[in-house]
């Protein structure tokens, strides 16, 4: 009976090993084309649509959504991508920071 516990103990340690890595991150994204105040409700439903995120806001005002999400499921490509496809380019904020400067 012991080695069929160890057995199974090892089977879940070795099932959990990919998830073990997975990381929780926010990202503050820069979206261009938002022109109104809808606008945000379909960069938001398009970043929630991403598997793996977890919590998106968007700010017109600001013309940035902030995502929170897990990076073993997207990338910041992944959301990139997504409001690109909705219609609304979008990069780190960061980047758009740097090309001002």
Same mark, same amino acid.
């Given at each position: 009976?012991?080695?069929?516990?160890?057995?199974?103990?090892?089977?879940?340690?070795?099932?959990?090993?990919?998830?073990?890595?997975?990381?929780?991150?926010?990202?503050?994204?820069? /979206?261009?084309?938002?022109?109104?105040? =809808?606008?945000? @409700?379909?960069? %938001?439903? #398009?970043?929630?649509? /991403?598997?793996?995120?977890?919590?998106? =806001?968007?700010? @017109?005002?600001? %013309?940035? #959504?902030?995502?929170?999400?897990?990076?073993?499921?997207?990338?910041?490509?992944?959301?990139?991508?997504?409001?690109?496809?909705?219609?609304?380019?979008?990069?780190?904020?960061?980047?758009?920071?740097?090309?001002?400067?």
């Amino acid at each position: 009976m012991k080695i069929r516990n160890l057995i199974g103990t090892l089977v879940l340690s070795v099932a959990g090993i990919g998830t073990a890595f997975a990381a929780q991150q926010t990202v503050t994204l820069a /979206v261009d084309n938002m022109t109104c105040s =809808t606008c945000p @409700y379909t960069v %938001k439903k #398009a970043l929630n649509q /991403v598997p793996g995120v977890e919590n998106a =806001t968007v700010s @017109y005002e600001e %013309k940035r #959504a902030t995502v929170t999400f897990e990076d073993t499921e997207a990338s910041e490509e992944d959301l990139t991508a997504a409001t690109t496809n909705a219609g609304y380019p979008s990069r780190l904020a960061a980047e758009s920071a740097e090309k001002a400067q």
